[in-house]
């Protein structure tokens, strides 16, 4: 296939007198995308999307929405609608027109603005508050009227910048259903910024990892999980262990002391080890076990391994809160690991 | 409830104490009549019947100066608090304390620097005829209603940039981006998004403008001449020179209901608008 992509981001960076928040990236977003940029404070989010949304001018670079080059529109002329971390939505008017805010600016007819009004209130399943004021709303029911009035639009992107981050973890679950039931019925495509990993994978089918202005990886949820590109996502991505250790010819030996086949340049590498894939191994790696801490479904056990590194564990047996007491030796193994070259130092 | 009353208690008396009773012992007055300069506390209508034949029209003029100011102040006040709110960037409070600073001052002063200005052989006919443009200094340009209204603007106008300032401060950035991203254009972010925001500012402003310029006296005095009078310098005259307390007294309050007339149809009106979405609200 060779259509052109949805959102196509060339070379685009942003730079705040000497400091750069987003370092030259390419990104490319298909139709029915739902896309997550992931990172941690600071990194950049924030800036990348606006840049998307039209309120920062990019300092290089190019954006185009279906082949056509829109760098140099402002923001009420993009196909593009934000949902603000903060709302903004607007004090002086009810909830109904909140929602038909952008409708009514194109002069449509005041039916037309009530139907969809009120197609979008349902969508977002707050049909019975349209004539409150927003000052009398609870703080998830603005985030879905912030939703609804930027989907009334029916954008070709809707960007989303942490619109769950300031919801308590049930609300937060309840919209990130939610979001993704949305997603599936009107069949947009979403971009949508967030700090929180399980979020990212829970919603997205793109995940793209930023760190301090640089996209490091960009992939689907399991790409990026299982096959980290750098050490950053690695440790971002995910409880994952990181052991040191050293490549000699074609075989890895790490500090901890297990060792196994590897192909790739000789240096010091890191072991990626997943917490779901360690278990107890009569002649593994001796390990002291210093910190278990219970989840309901799972426990999460921390080991001391003899290189004084951490290594992560997680057992959703039933016993395992006897097997992994605090203090308690222990002989542990993994299946598989992942090794990244880890550079001197 | 009753408690919060007992603790009201003392306040109250001393606002009806030094206020409400002298103002209603002067609207008294004004039913009372003078004989040979001697004050007669009868029943009488006369000191109104004077207000409104004699009076009629320059209450009116009066209204009609309160109100260019009102609108004068409060249209150049949201200008300025405007550019200080969202143009100055983080100077913002800073210009503003800096233009305080220079407009607050002397009440005088400022007349006698329009007198200076606007006079016969002030800055701007000096001008004027220095290019030339008329032989004889233009005397409409001092004594008269402009530029009474034109010293009052000078003086009021903080006034009305320091509410309309606060209720702008209020208004966050993110509903005007976001009034953007939905396709509102510059104008419509302000009409629909800033103005609403801002009214009772707005109301504020243009309330305190109006009524300081409705009751001022000194500034007709000394700037409007014969055609710029004001009512209030008729009243302190029937005060003071006629000695006819009760025709001063029915004129005040006469103004003062008027005022609050205005204030109230504008008050009314301003509320319907906000009761749109509050009504529903409830
Ligand atoms: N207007 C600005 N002027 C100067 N520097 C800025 C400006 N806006 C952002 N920055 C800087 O750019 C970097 C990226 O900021 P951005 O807001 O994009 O981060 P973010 O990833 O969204 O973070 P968060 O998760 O905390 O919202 C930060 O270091 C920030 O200090
Ligand atoms: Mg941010």
């Not at chain 1, 000497?18 to 490319?28: F, G």
């Not at chain 1, 903004?88 to 952008?102: D, Y």
């Not at chain 1, 002291?288 to 959703?316: C, M, Q, W, Y």
């Amino acid at each position: 296939m060779t259509s052109t992509p949805l959102l196509k981001l060339s070379g685009l960076s942003k730079s705040f007198g000497a400091a750069r928040a987003v370092e030259p990236l390419d990104l490319t977003v298909q139709a029915g995308d739902f896309c997550a940029i992931l990172g941690p404070s600071g990194c950049g989010k924030s800036t990348l999307l606006r840049m998307i949304a039209g309120f920062i001018e990019p300092s290089s670079g190019s954006i185009a929405i279906e082949g056509r080059d829109i760098t140099a529109l402002g923001p009420e002329k993009r196909p593009t609608n934000m949902v603000f971390q903060s709302y903004g939505l607007f004090p002086h008017l009810t909830v109904a027109e909140n929602v038909g805010f952008g409708l009514a600016l194109q002069k449509k007819s005041k039916d037309e603005v009530s139907r969809r009004t009120d197609e979008a209130l349902r969508l977002v399943r707050l049909e019975a508050f349209s004539q409150r004021m927003i000052d009398r709303l609870s703080g998830g029911q603005q985030q879905r009227v912030a939703l609804a009035r930027a989907l009334i639009m029916r954008p070709k992107i809707l960007l989303l910048d942490e619109p769950l981050a300031a919801l308590d973890l049930k609300l937060r679950h309840q919209m990130q259903e939610e979001l993704r039931r949305i997603h599936q019925e009107i069949g947009g495509t979403f971009i949508f910024v967030t700090h929180d990993q399980s979020e990212a994978f829970a919603l997205a089918n793109l995940v793209a990892v930023m760190n301090q202005g640089r996209v490091e990886q960009i992939g689907s949820p399991a790409e990026v999980y299982l096959s980290p590109a750098t050490l950053f996502v690695a440790d971002f991505v995910g409880e994952t262990s990181l052991l040191a250790g050293e490549r000699r010819q074609g075989r890895v030996t790490l500090k901890a002391g297990p060792h196994f086949a590897s192909a790739g340049r000789d240096g010091p590498v890191r072991a990626i080890v997943r917490p779901e894939r360690v278990g107890l191994k009569s002649d593994g790696v001796p390990a002291v076990v210093t910190d278990a801490v219970f989840f309901g479904a799972s426990l999460k056990v921390s080991l001391r391994l003899p290189s004084d590194e951490t290594l992560i564990l997680r057992s959703s047996e039933a016993d395992a809160a006897a097997r992994y007491r605090i203090g308690e030796r222990l002989a542990v193994g993994w299946e598989d690991q992942q090794v990244i070259d880890a550079g001197p130092g | 409830m009753r408690r919060a009353i007992l603790l009201l208690a003392p306040s109250l008396a001393v606002l009806i104490g030094i206020f409400a009773i002298p103002v209603l012992l002067l609207f008294v007055v004004s039913f009372w009549s003078v004989k040979s300069f001697r004050l007669q506390p009868d029943f009488s209508l006369a000191a109104w019947h004077r207000f409104f034949t004699v009076y009629g029209d320059l209450t009116l003029y009066t209204l009609a100066v309160g109100l260019a100011v009102g609108l004068f102040c409060t249209l150049l006040g949201f200008v300025f608090a405007y550019a200080a709110r969202f143009k100055a960037g983080r100077f913002g409070d800073l210009l503003l304390v800096a233009t305080l600073i220079t407009l607050f001052g002397g009440y005088l002063v400022k007349i006698y620097a329009w007198k200076s200005i606007l006079g016969a052989d002030g800055l701007l006919n000096q001008a004027l005829m220095g290019i030339g443009l008329t032989s004889q200094p233009l005397a409409f340009l001092i004594y008269s209603r402009g530029a009474v209204i034109i010293a009052l603007v000078h003086f009021l106008l903080p006034f009305a940039i320091l509410p309309i300032y606060a209720s702008l401060r209020n208004v966050s950035e993110t509903t005007i981006e976001a009034a953007r991203d939905l396709g509102a254009s510059a104008s419509q972010v302000l009409m629909r998004v800033i103005v609403p925001q801002c009214l009772s500012g707005l109301f504020s402003a243009f309330a305190f403008c109006f009524l300081l310029a409705a009751g001022d006296y000194v500034t007709p005095m000394l700037l409007g001449g014969t055609s710029g009078s004001m009512l209030g310098q008729f009243v302190l005259l029937e005060f003071s020179t006629n000695f006819n307390w009760p025709a001063g007294s029915a004129m005040s309050f006469g103004l003062l209901f008027v005022c609050l007339l205005v204030i109230g149809a504008l008050a009314a009106a301003g509320s319907r608008l906000m009761r749109r979405g509050e009504g529903a609200a409830s």
